[in-house]
């Protein structure tokens, strides 16, 4: 009795942070105003789509295309009128959100979609040192955790896994599963035709006639009618591209040719006239969408090989009909409908070419999202154990804080599988102030480089900061005067040994990232050699276990991956945590059980399917 009025008193004088209003969120948010919370700030920088009502309760139909924390607090208030609700549409990650800001909650909780975000939060939760209850679903998978500054382990003191990538040479020239193509497709053919063309592509953009042999067969042609810009670009990528890499003989010796395809074969020209309607049929306010031009209307069907062309044709003309003004900044999101036809009629193409069977629209859509479908059960689950765990934290009762795993098969009867949490990992980068050590060659590469591809990229800094000894040699963000600006902009392009202060074999840099009050220290060991395979960034980070890779089952989606909700939480391999396999061997009945727990894997970004440069050698001629 004595306990449960503590946990009430705790809980009614308690003021909570929720970050992500989305499908935990929404759960949560309820649970937690149903269970006396009566002071709660709500942090999401989206809004509601039609996609999101089937689980995230709090939204209705007249709701989509508002902000979601404002909704998410509004639906609340409606059933408890007095608890105060605050509610941000806005990113954690912007400036007002800082560690002041952070300091004035008892506890924070996450409900995520990506690890950027989570762990911007974890850093800013340390700093102001604030507990943070972590959480992830993936479908009928999910868990929760605890994360107190110096009793347990933080959110980034174990590696997450990365995306699951692919040799270059099996998404360039030799597809055997349907994912394969859809990585082609997304990552190389929209990205070439609509996104950055400053990016690197792996396309082969040379045609066959000698007279074009340096120019990009991509561009159009100053006369060429869309039409003929879309027929031309199929016959390159399906027909021309293919007959090049069939002369590679040694490339088929145990592998099946595949069959290259012409638009005058697989687009005749009767289905060609049934196709010129692009706008048409468009009506102007609604998003373009071939499928719609063209009256196909069912997108579980699985299409011909002439109707994915038909598609595929309509879809280029319409990004240049109705959306040129984007054309060169495309991104591939899986929201975008106009988007989603062009990758998946482009994947099923290049499928039928290759003999792997093709997929309809739906299944190729969620391949290339990258989509588990969420489970509005697990994400209720979650939530209620999210609360559970606040309450302890806010009780200080830290002997009994759990990180619990939402299982997908009972293991010894058990669904919901509680272990003791973690002690923090001495050489954690973030929660401790040991060293890291990167292997770089100080006489070739680019400070430019090592704040992208480490400190960004690597140690998720947003706004940093570089000193060497005591030299400022760069800084991020907003309030710099015009000459310190120029001046950072000058080291960015400069190679370490030759900055201000030279960077050599030894040197120790001192990164910071004033937001999320986090410094730590890189000894930089000074390598000439890099193996072009392994060490692809010409750059090695140690000192902090490195992520491991994602699991992808063989339709392309993740083994226990998102959903189109909660479409990118995590659920952590928990085979990969020290400690962790004795406790799991005492708790499962047996290994296999144990393995259903263990595939569970961390899904983080959108863009979740990469390549990977399999073979050096291969690099010269790895275009088809
Ligand atoms: N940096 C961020 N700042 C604030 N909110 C964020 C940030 N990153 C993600 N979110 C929010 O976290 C929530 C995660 O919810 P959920 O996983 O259900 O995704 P969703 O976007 O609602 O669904 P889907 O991904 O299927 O479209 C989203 O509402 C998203 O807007
Ligand atoms: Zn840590």
Redesign the pocket.
Known sequence: MASAAASEEAVKAAKVLM???????CELLKTLALSGFSDIHI????TI?V??LNR?FLFRKTHVGQS?AHVARDAILKFRPNINIKSYH????DSEFNVDFFKQFNVVMN????L??RR?VNRLCLAAEVPLVESGTTGFLGQVTVHVKGKTECYECQAKPVPKSYPVCTITSTPSKFVHCIVWAKDLLFAKLFGDKNQDNDLNVHSKDGSSSNSDVFKRDADEDLDQYARRIYDHVFGYNIEVALENEETWKNRKRPTPIYSREALPEEALKQNGTSGDCTKEHEEPSAMASLGLTNPQEIWTLADNSRVFVEAFKLFFQKREKEVGNLIFDK?DQLAVEFVSTAANIRAYSFGIPLHSLFEAKGVAGNIVH?VATTNAIIAGLIVIEAIKVLRGDYKNYRMTFCLEHPTRKMLLMPVDPFEPNKSCYVCSETPLLLDVNTKETKLREVIDKIIKSKLGMNLPLVMIGSTLVFEDGDGLEEDEAANYALNLDKVLAELPAPVINGTKLTVEDFQQELSCSINIKHREEFDEEKEPEGMVLSGWSAPVEKQVNSNGANKSAA???????SVEDISSKPGMKRKLDEISETKENCGASTSAQVVEDDDDLTMLDEDPKLKKKRSL
């Open positions: 970050v992500g209003a989305g499908g935990i969120g942090i999401d920088l989206d789509e996609s999101n995230q979601k806005a990113n954690v990650k409900g995520l979609d990506n950027d975000a911007h929201d969420a959903s189109s909700s909660s479409a990118h939480d």
